[in-house]
Structures are given as C-alpha cells and as structure tokens.
C-alpha cells in the first residue's frame, strides 16, 4: 500500500503538477561533469530491473514476467504507468513472442494484456499498441502487425493503421498517436490523427518528447551531424523552433518535457533545453565522467520540479564481463550530484517508469 | 615483529620447495583464507596496464594459460600468459614463488583470453578480441567509438560499437623476451573466449570461437557494407566460428567455417541493443585425448554437449549427437527471477563428470547470500555420451555469505588432475579463490527434472582465500577472474584496482597445503608433521579451456 502511495507520487510527479512553462526555482543550472555517489542509494523515480519494480529504498515488487526490449530497444518505455501509479503495463515475453502484461502494484495481480504485441502509449484511459498479424517471431524486421487502440485494459480494439508494418507506439500527442515506422535504415515518425489517417512527422524523426498539452513535440534527426533539434506543431507538422548543436554528436529519442524545460539523451550527456513561452535553447549539459560510464543518461525524466533528472547508465566495463552493467542515477541538476542504483545486467534494463503520452 | 601473512607464505614456499615440509604456514593478517591457502607471491600489473589508454576505462587482467613444453628460447622453462584489456604480458613462473615479468605487449583487445599452440618448433599465443577495434595491428589499435545507429535485425535505433576489427590475433612467442604479431583473424562478432584444439592428424590447430551478439556488439546497419573484409556481427548469431591455424604456415591462419548451434539452443534474456536476440557460447571446453573428445559448450542460457572427435566437425546441429543441458536454476527463459548464464565448462579428469559455473546476471548483481542460494553455482553433471540425456548431480556455492556489494558468480577454474578424488579451483570475483571437494558426487541420485527443493549440495569447500587486506592501499582486494591449478599451483589473475595500484591486484600465486599426501581433510595446523604440499599431476601445457 505504502508503495502505491510512493508510486502515486512519482506519477503525479511524472504528469507535471506545475503547469507547462513555470520555471524552477530561480536557482542557476550549470553545464558540468556529475558526481555520482560511489556506493548504491535509494532512487525515488520508479524503475525496472532484474524482475522487479523499485521506488525509493523499497526491496521491489516482482513483476510475474520477463521485461524485454525485443524489438523495441529504447524507442518506447518497457513500463507504463496509469494516472494513479497503481497499475503498469509492461512490454515481456513468453515463448517466441511478444506480450503485453498488466501488473496491479495494489493487489499483485500481474496478467497478460495482449498476446503477440509490443509497444505501448497510455492516456486518459485509451491504450494504443501494435498487435503482431502473426504473434510467433520468425524473422524480426517481417514482425509486421498493425497499430490499434482500446478504451481501456478492457474493450474491443480499433485499428488506425491502414495497411501493416512495422510499427511502434510512441507517445499519445493529445488524441493523435505518434508512431515509429521502421525500415531498411532509420525509422520515421508517423502521426495518426484518427483510424486510417496516417501522415508521416518527420523523416528519421526521433520523438524526444511530447508537451503537456499534447500540442508539440520536440524531435530529433537521427543520423543529423551535427544535430538538430525541432519543435513542432503535431497537428500540422508546422516547425516552430530548431536548433543546431554544432558541439554534439547526436541527439537521441525518449526524453521528456517537464517545467517548461525538454531533456534529451545526447552524445555528450543530458541536455536540457529550456522551451518556456516558445523559446528553444540548450541550457544545461549533465556530462558523466567517462571512466565510470560508456554512455549515460538515457531516458532522462525530468520531475515536476525541473530540478532532478533521473535516467539510465551503461558502467564503464568492470571485471564482470559476460553482460555489461547499468544502473539508474538520479541528480539534482543544480548541485551535480547524483545518487545511483545498485548495478543490473545491462539488457533489458534496468529501464525507468514513465508515460510520455501524459494522462 | 609483525611479519606479514604473504611475507610468511613466501618464506614458507621458498622453504617448501627446497626442503621437506617443517615450517608453519603464516596466518593472521585481515586477509580471509583457510590455514591450507599459502599465498605464496604477488606480482603487481606492468606500468604498461596501469594505464588505459587504448580504450574504456577497462584495464582489467583476463584468462590465463600455461606452457611448460619446452622450446622456449631464454632459457625459460615454464611460463604463463595473462591477458589484459590493454594486450598481454608473459611471466616466468619457473619459481612460482617468485613468478616475473617477461615481456608486456601493448595490443588493444577487450577481454583478450589467451591460449598456447606448438606449430612444429614456434609455440603461438592466441589472443580473443571481442569487441571491434580500429585495426589489427597492434601499434595503432584502439576502441572503435560508440554510436547511434540501427540494429539490422529489429530496424530499432540504438547505440553501437562502430565496426573494427574483432576475432583473434596470433603472436609467436617462441622468444619471450620478444613476442611478435604474426596474424590476425577476423570473427563474426569477435571471440569473446576461444578454445585451441591440436589436430595432429592434419597438423594444425583447430579454433573454436565463442561469440555472441548481445548489447553493443551488433553491427549497425549504417555500418553493414563498410569493411568489407570483416564478417558482420548479425543477431540471433547461433553459431561458432572455427579457425584454423596450420602448423606449417601459422601466418596463415583463417576462418575454415561458421559451425550452427542447434535450432532449438535457448535464446539469451539479454538482447542486442536495438531489441535483438541473443544464442551462441560463452566458453567451450574440450576433454580427451586421441581419437575421442567431447566438447561442453557453455551457451549462455544453457549447456551443450558435442562430439568433436573430428574438430573441425563439432556434432553442434547433429540431431541425436548433441546434448542439451537446461537447468531452472540459469536458463534464462522464460521468466524471472532466473537470470543465470552458462560461463564455463570443465571435466573431471576421469572424464565422468563435466561441471559448469554459473556467471549468475553476468556477474553485474549483488553478492550470493548463502549455502541455500542457488544462484552463482557450479553445476556437476554426468558427462554422456553427447546425444543422451545428462543428469544432474547437485550444486556448489559459496558457503561465506556475501555482502551486496560483491558480484554472485563462478567465474573460471578448473579441476585438479589427481586420481585421489575430485577436486576443483574456481574464481569468484570478489569472493577470491574458492577450492572445493566433490569426490563423493557420484553418490548422489541422478536428477533429470531439478526443482528448488531437490538439488543438493554436493561439494564442500576445502580451501579459499579472499584477499582484503588493503582494499585502498597498494594491492587493491580480491576480484578473481581466473582462479586455475596448474603444476602444484594456484595461479589468480587479477583483482580490484587500488588508488596505488590501478591496473588491479595482477597475478597471485598461492600453495595448497595437504595433510599425508591430501588436501582432504583441509589443514588445520600447519605446522604439523604431517603436513607438507598439496600436489598433483604435472602437464606439459594448460590452456584450461582443452583438457587433453
């Protein structure tokens, strides 16, 4: 129960309580290497590793089965969360295929959602997935299947793709879904305003994040050198800023937009950008040190607060060779000082919880 | 006078090996270790391996082999190899008790097992890379960067390592004092370990390549047409490449074929970065001599077994000639929490039991909290003919509970070559060196369907040593990668670096003391008349991925 309550929090924390556009407390965030705390502490922002979902010092609760990132790596989160916090959906596995699981954190009941699907986007009660034309795995890119949406974790499905592919579910923008398409090279970014109605965002569009209002989406190129970052009207593709980030070498997808500021998973770390009031600038770098990560800060969730960014980290090698490791760190973005979790397997996780479709 | 516990042991071994056994093992520093686990020397990692500057922060010691085949021009008579990160150096342990550096070679690989080869009269080292480089040679050669990119299996953006060279590069080393790059291979997806088998009748070795296609280790697609002459890292992967290094020209060593695994191998719970799967081997050991061997193939997430009498022919996808072990306990699949790993395999030297330590979560987890856990085991089996069903036995763990901070895992060791029981050598990380008696396995039921509450134990330690003395000072603690008995000897490679000491402990050399001739009962007094050097039989060579 008590963990529910902590979930329900980070959730509410997750949804951006301050309304879109207020700025932090007026404290100064600078650009600068982290400290990372050399021993494991508590993570208040919810996660997944090693089977089990973690808030604070809690000692997990299991989840019934496996977290996988088949198929979808890091485009979408492996683990979704209601408004409440109570219930996740949960990207697993079973045999040779793809499922999606719910878990009720109140009740422990843990139970297959779909069959033969991957990817998830939740908001106000509609869930949107790809559900595969053949559940069974054979060949991964001929894993076609087709995007459909349900009013609820009951209730018949709604197809909006007209013809399968190979999709995954990124975000709800609104009542528009935003979907991956993948191909021969880069994936493009779709977006579906109602069933049938595909239209593509961005060629080899990355979605790092959606706004609150559902309204724009900040977008990445992958494969851009130097990178550039966009914002975007969803409803009409319309670009409203861009920025050029002749320093960086990429910036990736699956970041978040939180107190008026975007972070973004970079070749250089963190960054935050600052998009009050239809601004788009680079405000802060959080770099790792290199000796201790191979590369760090992916997924980064920014809390209501603007103030602490959570997020995902491959260790430098150790002498644990067979899998790499990974941690969770999270820092507060004005002293540079993170605390970090204890090391898991590198794949699938451990990943953290969070909804980038907003409730 | 205080004198140190590893001043003592030296003393004592200088003592042991010139004169019948009289003296009293040393004992009581902070270091943990039963009264029968000498440390006999310590020999610190070359200036060489203290810095990092080929690659990742990694310069960690490896796999270690053994040669005492004669032919080596210096004088030498026997030698070691200890692979590092950063390449490898050879070291004379004619005196164990004062084991020294040969020759260091700078030659970036990432892991860089190693394993000895006569080709007529050159003896080779071979050495794994297992994640791409910029080049074979080894003047130039560094880490390939990291970068975005997508998996050409799922299409699924992600991070990779950028294409290089990987796989295994050859070296003579007839001259220790001077070691020369003589070829290079390239595998699919590198050689995370490799195993060398002699194939006298076609003069030449036969090498298996373990590989596997997990986190950054996939080839991008961006990067599927660019180098050409490197073989891309495609998942699931489900192969082994063999290599052949003929005696008469070693220089020309190549790629003789991509072996499969059995389409029903057991796909790996970790995936590629980009979503992919997973299967292909972690380590493959060979046992016998002669017309007849056997391979056990550890294979992630299960064990298999081979007939390779014919080496370059291993019965991997033979149907009915090939074994599959699976055990609830490691394979991963299909549900948590059992996120085990199939790491290495070894036989008893009677070849009636082949054991296989479980790399428990890749060895990124916390420590094993007991003799009830059954994770970070060592798993005995009954070694049949491959094809037929191996029972299960029981299982060794760690009797020391260990702190969180410690990985659970047994990592690599072998088995003593003595007819007087069965007994074996495992590193465990930062739990150090266990030694431990199963002669009695075979007494054991037969288990063909394990569950939590029938799997005994049943090995019991009769020997560890855990060093902690100066976890900050200028030794650094345990962190064994290889713990392996070779020629009356413990040899242990590596060990957490140290603010003194960066490129970790290096190697430690250790004796096991017996009582009347055994190790089993352990020896509680040293000083006793009746103890004296625990030996066993001398080989001419060990590469303890080959039992022959």
Same mark, same amino acid.
């Given at each position: 129960?008590?963990?529910?309550?902590?979930?329900?929090?980070?959730?509410?924390?997750? *949804?951006?309580?301050?309304?879109? /556009?207020?700025?932090?407390?007026?404290?100064?965030?600078?650009?600068?290497?982290?400290?990372?705390?050399?021993?494991?502490?508590?993570?208040?922002?919810?996660?997944?590793?090693? =089977?089990? !979902?973690?808030? /604070?010092?809690?000692?997990?609760?299991?989840?019934?089965?496996?977290?996988?990132?088949?198929?979808?790596? +890091?485009?979408?989160?492996?683990?979704?969360?209601?408004?409440?916090?109570?219930?996740? !959906?949960?990207?697993?596995?079973? /045999?040779?295929?793809?499922?999606?699981?719910?878990?009720?954190?109140?009740?422990?009941?843990?139970?297959?959602?779909?069959?033969?699907?991957?990817?998830? +986007?939740?908001?106000? =009660?509609?869930?949107?997935?790809?559900?595969?034309?053949?559940?069974?795995?054979?060949?991964?890119?001929?894993?076609?299947?087709?995007?459909?949406?349900?009013?609820?974790?009951?209730?018949?499905?709604?197809?909006? *793709?007209?013809?399968?592919?190979?999709?995954?579910?990124?975000?709800?923008?609104?009542?528009?879904?935003?979907?991956?398409?993948?191909?021969?090279?880069?994936?493009?970014?779709?977006?579906?305003?109602?069933?049938?109605?595909?239209?593509?965002?961005?060629?080899?569009?990355?979605?790092?994040?959606?706004?609150?209002?559902?309204?724009?989406?900040?977008?990445?190129?992958?494969?851009?050198?130097?990178?550039?970052?966009? !914002?975007?009207?969803?409803?009409?593709?319309?670009?409203?800023?861009?920025?050029?980030?002749?320093?960086?070498?990429?910036?990736?997808?699956?970041?978040?937009?939180?107190?008026?500021?975007? *972070?973004? +998973?970079?070749?250089?770390?963190? +960054?935050?950008?600052?998009?009050?009031?239809?601004?788009?600038?680079?405000?802060?770098?959080?770099?790792?040190?290199?000796?201790?990560?191979?590369?760090?800060?992916?997924?980064?969730?920014?809390?209501?607060?603007?103030?602490?960014?959570?997020?995902?980290?491959?260790?430098?090698?150790?002498?644990?060779?067979?899998?790499?490791?990974?941690?969770? !760190?999270?820092?507060?973005?004005?002293?540079?000082?993170?605390?970090?979790?204890?090391?898991?397997?590198? *794949?699938?996780?451990?990943?953290?919880?969070?909804?980038?479709?907003?409730? | 006078?205080?004198?140190?516990?590893?001043?003592?042991?030296?003393?004592?071994?200088?003592?042991?090996?010139?004169?019948?056994?009289?003296?009293?093992?040393?004992? %009581?520093?902070?270091?943990?270790?039963?009264?029968?686990?000498?440390?006999?020397?310590?020999?610190?990692?070359?200036?060489?391996?203290?810095?990092?500057?080929?690659?990742?922060?990694?310069?960690?010691?490896?796999?270690?082999?053994?040669?005492?085949?004669?032919?080596?021009?210096?004088?030498?008579?026997?030698?070691?190899?200890?692979?590092?990160?950063?390449?490898?150096?050879?070291?004379?342990?004619?005196?164990?008790?004062?084991?020294?550096?040969?020759?260091?070679?700078?030659?970036?690989?990432?892991?860089?097992?190693?394993?000895?080869?006569?080709?007529?009269?050159?003896?080779?080292?071979?050495?794994?890379?297992?994640?791409?480089?910029?080049?074979?040679?080894?003047?130039?050669?560094?880490?390939?960067?990291?970068?975005?990119?997508?998996?050409?299996?799922?299409?699924?953006?992600?991070?990779?390592?950028?294409?290089?060279?990987?796989?295994?590069?050859?070296?003579?080393?007839?001259?220790?004092?001077?070691?020369?790059?003589?070829?290079?291979?390239?595998?699919?997806? %590198?050689?995370?370990?490799?195993?060398?088998?002699?194939?006298?009748?076609?003069?030449?070795?036969?090498?298996?390549?373990?590989?596997?296609?997990?986190?950054?280790?996939?080839?991008?697609?961006?990067?599927?047409?660019?180098?050409?002459?490197?073989?891309?890292?495609?998942?699931?992967?489900?192969?082994?490449?063999?290599?052949?290094?003929?005696?008469?020209?070693?220089?020309?060593?190549?790629?003789?074929?991509?072996?499969?695994?059995?389409?029903?191998?057991?796909?790996?719970?970790?995936?590629?970065?980009?979503?992919?799967?997973?299967?292909?081997?972690?380590?493959? &050991?060979?046992?016998?001599?002669?017309?007849?061997?056997?391979?056990?193939?550890?294979?992630?997430?299960?064990?298999?077994?081979?007939?390779?009498?014919?080496?370059?022919?291993?019965?991997?996808?033979?149907?009915?000639?090939?074994?599959?072990?699976?055990?609830?306990?490691?394979?991963?699949?299909?549900?948590?929490?059992?996120?085990?790993?199939?790491?290495?395999?070894?036989?008893?030297?009677?070849?009636?039991?082949?054991?296989?330590?479980?790399?428990?979560?890749?060895?990124?987890?916390?420590?094993?909290?007991?003799?009830?856990?059954?994770?970070?085991?060592?798993?005995?089996?009954?070694?049949?003919?491959?094809?037929?069903?191996?029972?299960?036995?029981?299982?060794?763990?760690?009797?020391?509970?260990?702190?969180?901070?410690?990985?659970?895992?047994?990592?690599?060791?072998?088995?003593?070559?003595?007819?007087?029981?069965?007994?074996?050598?495992?590193?465990?990380?930062?739990?150090? &060196?266990?030694?431990?008696?199963?002669?009695?396995?075979?007494?054991?039921?037969?288990?063909?369907?394990?569950?939590?509450?029938?799997?005994?134990?049943?090995?019991?330690?009769?020997?560890?040593?855990?060093?902690?003395?100066?976890?900050?000072?200028?030794?650094?603690?345990?962190?064994?990668?290889?713990?392996?008995?070779?020629?009356?000897?413990?040899?242990?490679?590596?060990?957490?670096?140290?603010?003194?000491?960066?490129?970790?402990?290096?190697?430690?050399?250790?004796?096991?003391?017996?009582?009347?001739?055994?190790?089993?009962?352990?020896?509680?007094?040293?000083?006793?008349?009746?103890?004296?050097?625990?030996?066993?039989?001398?080989?001419?060579?060990?590469?303890?991925?080959?039992?022959?």
């Amino acid at each position: 129960m008590r963990w529910a309550a902590a979930a329900l929090l980070a959730v509410l924390a997750l *949804t951006g309580c301050t309304r879109d /556009g207020e700025a932090p407390a007026d404290r100064v965030a600078r650009s600068g290497t982290v400290e990372v705390a050399a021993e494991p502490g508590a993570i208040s922002w919810p996660f997944a590793a090693d =089977g089990r !979902v973690y808030r /604070g010092a809690d000692e997990g609760r299991p989840l019934a089965g496996p977290l996988s990132d088949a198929l979808v790596g +890091a485009l979408t989160p492996l683990l979704v969360p209601n408004p409440g916090g109570d219930v996740l !959906v949960y990207q697993s596995w079973s /045999g040779r295929r793809p499922v999606l699981r719910v878990h009720d954190a109140e009740s422990g009941r843990d139970a297959l959602l779909v069959d033969g699907a991957l990817s998830i +986007a939740w908001r106000e =009660g509609r869930i949107a997935y790809v559900r595969a034309l053949r559940p069974d795995v054979s060949v991964p890119k001929r894993y076609v299947g087709h995007v459909v949406v349900r009013p609820g974790l009951t209730g018949r499905e709604a197809r909006w *793709t007209p013809s399968p592919g190979r999709y995954v579910v990124a975000a709800w923008a609104g009542r528009r879904l935003l979907v991956y398409r993948l191909g021969e090279s880069w994936p493009d970014l779709l977006a579906l305003d109602r069933p049938g109605r595909v239209r593509l965002l961005a060629r080899a569009g990355a979605l790092v994040a959606v706004s609150p209002d559902g309204r724009r989406a900040f977008l990445a190129r992958y494969g851009a050198s130097p990178p550039t970052v966009r !914002v975007v009207e969803v409803a009409t593709g319309r670009e409203l800023e861009r920025l050029s980030l002749p320093g960086m070498r990429w910036v990736t997808e699956s970041g978040s937009w939180s107190a008026g500021r975007v *972070t973004a +998973a970079t070749s250089e770390g963190v +960054a935050v950008f600052d998009v009050r009031d239809g601004r788009l600038q680079l405000e802060q770098v959080l770099r790792f040190p290199p000796e201790e990560f191979q590369f760090a800060g992916l997924e980064p969730r920014l809390d209501a607060s603007g103030g602490r960014v959570t997020a995902w980290a491959s260790l430098a090698p150790r002498p644990r060779e067979a899998v790499g490791a990974a941690v969770v !760190v999270e820092c507060d973005r004005f002293t540079l000082r993170c605390a970090r979790s204890a090391p898991f397997p590198e *794949t699938p996780g451990p990943r953290v919880v969070y909804n980038p479709s907003r409730p | 006078m205080h004198l140190s516990h590893r001043v003592l042991g030296a003393a004592f071994a200088l003592l042991a090996l010139a004169f019948p056994l009289s003296a009293s093992a040393g004992h %009581g520093s902070a270091d943990d270790a039963s009264p029968n686990m000498v440390h006999l020397a310590n020999l610190p990692p070359p200036a060489e391996f203290r810095t990092c500057d080929r690659g990742s922060a990694a310069c960690f010691n490896s796999d270690l082999a053994f040669w005492a085949g004669g032919g080596l021009r210096g004088g030498f008579t026997e030698i070691l190899a200890q692979g590092n990160y950063e390449g490898f150096r050879l070291v004379d342990i004619s005196n164990p008790a004062s084991p020294s550096t040969i020759s260091v070679v700078e030659c970036r690989t990432n892991q860089g097992d190693v394993s000895f080869y006569q080709a007529r009269n050159r003896l080779l080292l071979i050495q794994s890379i297992e994640e791409p480089v910029t080049t074979p040679d080894c003047t130039t050669a560094v880490e390939t960067p990291i970068v975005p990119g997508t998996n050409p299996v799922t299409g699924t953006p992600a991070l990779f390592r950028q294409k290089g060279f990987e796989g295994l590069r050859i070296f003579d080393v007839s001259d220790p004092g001077s070691p020369t790059h003589i070829a290079s291979v390239r595998t699919r997806c %590198g050689s995370h370990t490799h195993t060398t088998i002699r194939d006298d009748r076609n003069q030449r070795a036969v090498v298996y390549v373990s590989s596997y296609p997990s986190g950054l280790r996939v080839t991008r697609t961006e990067d599927l047409g660019t180098l050409p002459e490197q073989p891309n890292c495609l998942p699931d992967h489900n192969r082994i490449s063999i290599v052949e290094i003929p005696d008469a020209a070693p220089q020309d060593a190549h790629v003789l074929k991509e072996q499969p695994l059995d389409t029903d191998t057991v796909i790996w719970n970790a995936t590629g970065n980009g979503g992919s799967q997973v299967r292909g081997c972690h380590d493959i &050991t060979v046992f016998g001599a002669g017309e007849r061997k056997v391979a056990a193939g550890a294979c992630l997430s299960e064990g298999q077994l081979w007939d390779v009498s014919d080496p370059a022919n291993p019965t991997t996808d033979v149907p009915g000639w090939h074994t599959h072990i699976r055990n609830p306990f490691v394979t991963a699949s299909p549900a948590p929490p059992f996120t085990g790993l199939f790491h290495t395999a070894s036989f008893t030297w009677d070849g009636e039991i082949v054991l296989f330590t479980d790399e428990w979560q890749g060895g990124g987890a916390h420590g094993c909290d007991g003799p009830q856990d059954t994770r970070g085991n060592i798993w005995f089996y009954d070694n049949v003919e491959p094809g037929a069903t191996a029972p299960l036995r029981g299982r060794y763990i760690l009797p020391r509970a260990q702190p969180p901070s410690e990985a659970c895992t047994q990592h690599n060791g072998n088995v003593i070559p003595t007819n007087d029981g069965y007994i074996g050598v495992s590193s465990a990380y930062q739990a150090g &060196t266990t030694v431990f008696d199963f002669s009695d396995v075979l007494s054991f039921p037969a288990i063909t369907d394990p569950n939590p509450s029938s799997v005994p134990t049943v090995a019991t330690e009769v020997a560890y040593f855990d060093a902690k003395a100066d976890p900050s000072g200028a030794t650094g603690v345990d962190n064994a990668w290889s713990s392996y008995w070779h020629n009356n000897y413990v040899y242990v490679s590596s060990g957490l670096a140290s603010a003194a000491r960066p490129g970790n402990r290096g190697l430690d050399v250790y004796m096991l003391l017996g009582a009347n001739g055994r190790l089993v009962p352990a020896v509680t007094d040293p000083s006793a008349p009746n103890v004296g050097q625990y030996r066993a039989r001398i080989l001419r060579y060990q590469n303890p991925q080959t039992q022959d």
